[in-house]
């Protein structure tokens, strides 16, 4: 983020704060709840948003060096990412091309083949048919025609894109727009560590948890013992990159900037900034890295949910963490997840991957996506019909604006 991207939006930030306010829509919006519940609206969204879509699965660490894979099933196709010798990021189809078994049957690891446990048919890592068994018995097999699948798939600014659809043309600055796919470049993502994982899987629509990023009206009250500790909560620098946006909250560690010259103010730790990439991504930046939350439906039941959360530390964390655990093996400097709201604020400790994800686990699963199962059954029952967006809520306009024009639908009605 360029410096004076920072100043701006710090300085927005403290107004806010000194002010009393918040960011202001200017209008309220209704939302029928039968966009949580409906099973026709959840198929077209499974299909337009999902399978017909480019998707983001990880960062570049996600593949740290050449012959890394790691397979994922999130979206209706099997994919089998890899950095193959030449160290470019591919993704596959995760089948067989004799019979449509999968050829890798691990979440990750290095592997420079892959061999299918079916018939032992072998692929490289950069897809190509390596070997058949008992060819002479198969008969005749085209190796230069039968490799694996290839999807799109692109790597940029340390973001891992594929499309599902083979034949679909992949542009990531179409996506992003040139101006945010430059700020997320500055960021250097690429060389971001993945150190933690972790599984959400509740009973809320996949939107419902969604809104859970889209506002911090909520965050002295909700979060009143977790996240409220850290961070003040009903303030927020707002700005939308077409279906895109980046929202910004201030930290309770603000407040030290305001002694300091502007040139010496930084984003972090005085704030958490975080990247909405369309239609399913949350990418919370903070000090310490990077956490990357993937949100999907369950294509049968639109009252499900999963959230796939990834840890990443950027290398001088990572070797901040390192550095401290050989020197202390009794680890009283390290920063444990139980500790997350009473001690991170405390610059003498170094944040642990287990910590880095914590929030996650402890604020939004504990929390907001409760409050979500919550929402879910009041919109299941048909008798609260319309869910209210207020002004200080800007992000959920835009997330359900946007979820609309993507499906040709009707806009948000204005609350009356």
């Known amino acids: 983020m360029k410096h004076q991207t920072t100043v701006r939006i710090i300085r927005e930030l403290m107004d806010q704060l000194d002010e009393n306010r918040n960011v202001d829509a200017g209008v309220q919006y209704r939302l029928p709840t039968s966009d949580y519940t409906c099973p026709d609206l959840a198929a077209q ?122 034949d679909a043309e992949l542009n990531v600055e179409g996506l992003l727009g040139s101006e945010l796919l430059e700020e997320l470049e500055d ?44 961070f003040y909560g009903n303030n927020l620098a707002y700005e939308e990159f077409g279906r895109n946006h980046r929202f910004v909250t201030a930290s309770k560690l603000i407040d030290d900037l305001r002694e300091l010259p502007e040139e010496e103010w930084t984003i972090t730790p005085a704030t958490f900034v975080l990247y909405y990439l369309f239609p399913n991504i949350q990418a919370v930046r903070n000090s310490n890295g990077l956490n990357m939350a993937r949100i999907y439906p369950d294509p049968k039941n639109p009252h499900r949910s999963i959230t796939r959360v990834a840890g990443y530390f950027t290398p001088e964390a990572m070797a901040s963490y390192e550095k401290e655990k050989a020197a202390n093996p009794d680890g009283s400097n390290l ?28 604020t939004v699963s504990a929390e907001d996506y ?8 009041a919109a299941t029952s048909g008798l609260l019909k319309h869910s209210i967006f207020g002004r200080n809520e800007a992000p959920l306009h835009h997330f359900h604006s946007s979820f609309r024009d993507a499906l040709g639908r009707a806009p948000l009605e204005t609350a009356s």
């Open 45 to 166: 969204e499974w299909a337009a948003l999902f399978q017909q879509h480019p998707q983001v699965i990880g960062l570049s660490g996600d593949l740290p060096e050449n012959g890394s894979y790691f397979t994922i099933d999130d979206f209706g196709i099997p994919v089998l990412a890899t950095r193959s010798r030449d160290g470019r990021f591919r993704a596959f189809l995760n089948a067989c091309r004799h019979r449509g078994a999968r050829v890798a049957q691990e979440p990750k690891g290095k592997a420079g083949r892959f061999t299918c446990p079916f018939h032992n048919w072998t692929f490289a890592n950069d897809g190509k048919l390596l070997a058949v068994p008992e060819a002479d018995h198969f008969g005749p097999v085209d190796k230069a025609c039968m490799g694996l699948v290839e999807l799109p798939a692109a790597e940029k600014a340390g973001i891992l894109f594929v499309h599902p659809k083979p």
């Open 187 to 230: 960021w250097n993502f690429a060389d971001y560590v993945h150190v933690a994982d972790l599984e959400i899987d509740m009973k809320l629509n996949w939107k419902l948890a969604n809104d859970t990023f889209g506002e911090t009206y909520h965050f002295p009250k909700l979060h009143k013992d977790t996240l409220g500790q850290l």
């Open 335 to 362: 920063l444990k997840a139980e500790d997350l709201y009473s001690k991170s604020n405390d610059s003498t400790m170094i944040r642990t991957p287990e910590s880095q994800v914590e929030a996650f686990s402890s």
């Open 370 to 377: 409760v409050m979500g199962e919550h929402q879910q059954i």
